[in-house]
């Protein structure tokens, strides 16, 4: 067996849990799939461990009914806000019980390696569904003063918008889902679920995890299928009054166009091509290893990536050996082996797409320092890479990737407006990062960066703190009061007395 001996029967736990053919979860009850099944495939070995329904318009259409009459029902529109709270912390403690388990479902569905699926997809959820939890009991509003002649007593208060469609990417499924579908539920919606159909199976598990912790039924309801199917007929359908899409700017840009005669409510949560800055006076023992996992951790396919790599001079040459060296010790293959790393990419036309950017950044003059090749095994795996002599024009530096490739480019000039101007010069506006010990430094690349999060020294998720994108990385934020605020409507109050 690949698992060490105190994993080996977790994963076959979690085997056992998927195998099982899935059907669509509408209003508590599962529902057998009408058409051809999907097969899903662990990507570290090409092979089937399960399949889902394949779902369209009939059943996106019940999924919506179910969760519209649950929200317009006494059940859920009178529930205390204190009881929403307590349904999501006994589902948040549901997840923590189940914890090694839904990790190796991750790994097994997603690739993730087991480690950081159980440490930051499984941990992260559960620190996601716990926060937005709080939220329940603190939506308010506020009282203002009113100036028009009379006797008046105003203020406002925030309602859930109705139906929130959810639609999850692939490279995350489990935090995604759970921060997304506790943030809802926290402001009081109710919820159509559409899974990745690459990497469906944790949020199949989390739809039986919520009917376990007591939810009404029609609270949550998850329908699968392809994206050109099921996804567009969510972001069609007419009774959905919020969708909240994490994916492709492609895919968001979409949606817009789909959802803009009905003024649908959206947020989007979009690509990335994050800039890392390193200062001369940075901390190099400590960047090194974050930078390095900063882009090959999870196989770079994270929206949030470093994937961009600015080197001052002074410290170009013992960052990029330091770098490689990390990388070439990074063990690469199948997530459930003791020790590995990076795991696969999610499929065999991801690892195409990566390999191809790998190709043009050689083609337009960048060279390897190391990586560069897909290991000759069954997987759809890809070494870490590193390229040098890169420009800004180049398309490794200017598309996404999604895969563990670093660019790297060097900088001389210390005038911090102008290096601003560099890391600015993308399409995108999701995260960015800075490794210095000056303070000046930190505060004036803070301001200056045009990124929706700007972390200085480290990285990681603080789901207290906004998250989104500027520029072509999205629309909204997710996470801190804005991410459950995002699942309702603002109404304004006079009453005259």
């Known amino acids: 067996m690949m698992e060490s001996t105190g994993n080996a029967a977790i994963f076959e736990q979690a085997r056992a849990r998927i195998a099982r053919p899935f ?14 099944p999907i097969a899903v495939v662990n990507p570290a070995t090409e092979q ?16 919506v009914a179910a969760a519209r009459q649950r929200f317009e029902s006494a059940e859920w529109t009178r529930m205390p806000a204190a009881e929403r709270e307590r349904l999501l912390l006994r589902l948040a403690d549901l997840v923590e019980r189940d914890h090694d388990e839904l990790a190796a479902i991750e790994t097994l569905d997603n690739g993730m390696p087991f480690a950081p699926a159980r440490m930051m ?11 937005n939890a709080g939220w329940a009991r603190r939506m308010t509003g506020e009282e203002a003063p009113v100036s028009v002649p009379g006797r008046w007593h105003g203020y406002t208060s925030r309602e859930p918008l109705g139906v929130a469609a959810l639609i999850v990417p692939w490279n995350a499924p489990f935090a995604i889902t759970c921060n997304k579908v506790s943030a809802a539920l926290a402001a009081g919606c109710t919820v159509v679920l559409k899974p990745a159909e690459l990497a469906p199976m944790s949020g199949l598990r989390l739809a039986e995890l919520v009917q376990e912790a007591g939810f009404p039924d029609g609270c949550l309801n998850v329908v699968t299928g392809l994206g050109a199917q099921a996804g567009a007929a969510l972001v069609r359908h007419p009774g959905v009054d919020k969708i909240s899409f994490t994916g492709s700017t492609a895919t968001g840009q979409s949606i817009l166009r789909e ?20 200062f001369p006076d940075a901390d190099l023992e400590k960047a090194i290893p974050a930078v390095a996992m900063g882009i090959f951790g999870n196989s770079g396919q994270v929206c949030a990536a470093g994937s961009r790599l600015f080197l001052h001079d002074s410290v170009f040459d013992r960052f990029v050996t330091g770098l490689v060296d990390f990388a070439e010790k990074l063990m690469v293959g199948p997530g459930d082996q003791p020790g590995v790393a ?45 390229f040098v002599d890169t420009r800004p024009d180049m398309r490794i530096v200017r598309e996404e990737i999604f895969g ?50 700007v972390k200085v020294n480290g990285s990681g998720m603080e789901f207290a703190l906004p998250f989104g994108g500027f520029k072509q990385s999205g629309i909204g934020r997710e996470n801190g009061r804005e991410g459950v605020e995002a699942f309702t409507e603002k109404k304004s109050v006079m009453i005259g007395w």
């Open 342 to 386: 990076l795991g696969p990419l999610i499929s065999a036309g991801q690892k195409e797409r990566v390999m191809g950017y790998i190709a043009a950044g050689k083609a337009e003059g960048a060279q390897i320092a190391t990586g560069g090749s897909a290991p000759d095994e069954p997987g759809y795996f890809v070494k870490p890479t590193i």
């Open 259 to 278: 959802t803009a005669g009905r003024l649908t409510r959206v947020s989007l949560e979009l690509g990335g091509k994050s800039a890392v800055l390193v």
């Open 404 to 453: 563990p490739v670093l660019s790297v480019m060097r900088f001389s000039d210390d005038n911090l407006e102008n290096l601003a101007r560099q890391a600015n010069d993308s399409i995108y506006g999701l995260s960015a990062y800075v490794w210095t010990r000056d303070l000046s430094t930190a505060h004036a690349m803070a301001r200056y960066l045009r990124a929706g999060s």
């Open 23 to 36: 059907g669509h979860f509408i209003n508590g009850l599962w529902e057998a799939g009408s058409g051809e």
């Open 121 to 131: 997809a499984v941990g992260s959820a559960i620190s996601a569904i716990r926060y």
């Open 48 to 63: 089937p461990i399960g399949s889902i329904a394949a779902g369209g318009e009939a059943e996106v259409d019940r999924a």
